[in-house]
C-alpha cells in the first residue's frame, strides 16, 4: 500500500522549474531519502507535500488525500521537521509542547511530554523561554514537537542541520523507533551517510527530476552511483 503517490508534479516561481514533472510512490512503512545537491528541488517537494504550498500543476496524495485539500484528520498524522521550527519563542519548551499535544489531542500529555524532553536532553531546560534556547536546543525541541502525537508519515527535511553528535544518534534512535512501528519516514539530505544509516529507499534529484530511484544496500556504492548520475544529468 503507498502512503505517498506523486503524479507529474509540477512547481513554478515565475519561469523557474523548481520541480519538473514528478511521478513516484512511497510504500506505508517505508524510509524515504531524498538525496541531491543544494537546489536540486527537495525542500520545495517537502513543503508541497506537508501542504504547506501548492502544486503548479499535479498532484501528491498522503494516505489517499490530495494535499491541496488536506482534511484535518490526515493532518494529525504527519510530522514535519524542517528550518521553520514552528516553535513559539515566547513559551517555554513544555508550553510549547503542550500547545501543540492539546491541538493533536494527545492523550497522556504530561508523560508524553516528558519522555520526549529528556530523550531530546531538554527535560533540565523545560520551563526556559524558547527565545534563549541555542540553535542546536531549538532544533531538538522541533524534532520533539513533531513526534510528539506519534506521526504516521514523519518528514524530515535535513533534519540534523544544526545537531550536535548526541543529538543525531538520539534522533536516529528515534527513527529506528518509527520504522520498527512501520510508520513511513521522507528524508531529504545531501549527506551520503546518513542515507546508509536511515532509508531503505533512495530518490536521487536533480535541477527539479528525480532521475532515479532505489534500493539501500550495503553492495549499493552510493558515492559513485550518485555521482554517476548526478554530474550526468
Ligand atoms: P533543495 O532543498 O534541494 O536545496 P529547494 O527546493 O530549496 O532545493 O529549491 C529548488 C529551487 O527552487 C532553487 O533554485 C530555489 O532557488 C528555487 N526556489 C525555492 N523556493 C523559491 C521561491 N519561493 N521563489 C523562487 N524560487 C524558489
Known sequence: MN????????????????????????????????????????????RILSGQVKP?????????????????????RLGVISHNTFLYDDLSAWENLGFYGKLYGVESLDKKIKEILSKMNL???????????SRGMKQRLAIARALLHSPDLVILDEPTAGLDIQSRMELFRLIDAIKAENRTIV?????????????????????????????VKESLDLKEYYLSLVEGS
Request: glycine letters at 8%; charged letters at 30%.
Open 187 to 215: 528524508f531529504t539530505t545531501h549527506n551520503l551517510e546518513e542515507v546508509y544509516r536511515v532509508c531503505d529507499v533512495v530518490a536521487i534529484m536533480n535541477k527539479g527530476q528525480v532521475l532515479e530511484i532505489t534500493e
Open 123 to 133: 527535560y533540565e531546560r523545560a520551563d526556559d523561554l524558547v527565545r534563549n534556547f
Open 56 to 76: 503548479t500543476s499535479g498532484e501528491v496524495r498522503v494516505f489517499g488525500e490530495n494535499t491541496r485539500e488536506f482534511s484535518k484528520n490526515v493532518k494529525k
Open 3 to 46: 502512503a505517498i503517490e506523486v503524479r507529474n508534479l509540477v512547481k513554478r516561481y515565475g519561469n523557474f522549474l523548481a520541480l519538473n514533472d514528478v511521478t513516484f510512490n512511497v510504500k506505508k512503512g517505508e524510509s524515504f531519502a531524498l538525496l541531491g545537491p543544494n537546489g536540486a528541488g527537495k525542500t520545495t517537494f517537502v
